[in-house]
């Protein structure tokens, strides 16, 4: 689904331009997962697993750009890709459709500036418009950051997978699940 681009501005007064990337995005939003994955331990994939051809990221960017039940939107710096959420699915069957789970990311050079609390107000819009009555998140359980964040708009923690991220260095990391009613009163 295509988002109408918006601009969001920054506890430090900066402007960035908030759209659905295309698919001549794809070589942006691969160098962003690249480089987002080698910033921080939060994420699933380390870098090296960052793998798809331009053309396969392209495939997924034009899935995402038509559409109803996806979404993605970036926050660009000019050319630069400096955040992403998305949205998809769950499940595609009856029993699962009305869940959607989220992706979060801001490149570290930008954190704390807000724009990670906009762009989750982002995709829980995004999620109403398409239609989903939960929207859930997986987060690491020592990722502060994020927890505080997602509790801050609502989601609430229910349940913890133990040991659920294995790193390299052979440490384990817990995985809290997170979800929010998007049911509106
Ligand atoms: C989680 C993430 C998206 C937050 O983005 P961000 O742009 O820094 O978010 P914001 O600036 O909107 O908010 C950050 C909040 O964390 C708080 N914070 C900063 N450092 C913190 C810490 N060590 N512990 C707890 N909270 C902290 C800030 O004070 C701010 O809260 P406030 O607005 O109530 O003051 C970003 O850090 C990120 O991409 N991390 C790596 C990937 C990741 O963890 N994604 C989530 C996976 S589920």
Not at 106 to 135: F, M, P, S, T
Request: glycine share 8%.
């Amino acid at each position: 689904m295509k988002i109408v681009d918006s601009k969001v501005t920054t506890k430090r007064g900066e402007d960035f331009i908030l759209r659905t990337p295309s698919r001549d995005d794809a070589e942006k939003v691969l160098a962003f997962r690249r480089d987002v994955a080698g910033e921080t331990i939060y994420l699933t994939r380390y870098p090296y697993e960052i793998e798809n051809s331009i053309e396969k990221e392209r495939e997924i960017l034009g899935n995402y750009y038509r559409a109803d039940n996806l979404g993605m939107i970036g926050i660009f710096d000019n050319n630069r890709i400096i955040g992403i959420t998305s949205v998809s699915p769950v499940g595609i069957c009856f029993k699962m459709r009305h869940r959607a789970s989220a992706e979060l990311v801001v490149r570290k050079e930008y954190w704390n500036l807000g724009l990670g609390a906009h762009l989750l107000d982002q995709a829980i819009e995004l999620a109403e418009i398409c239609g989903y009555e939960r929207l859930e998140l997986s987060v690491y359980a020592d990722n502060a950051r994020a927890l505080r964040l997602y509790k801050k708009k609502g989601f609430i923690e229910c349940g913890q997978v133990p040991q659920a991220f294995k790193m390299m260095d052979g440490t384990y990391h817990d995985e809290i699940l997170m979800s929010k009613n998007l049911w509106r009163y």
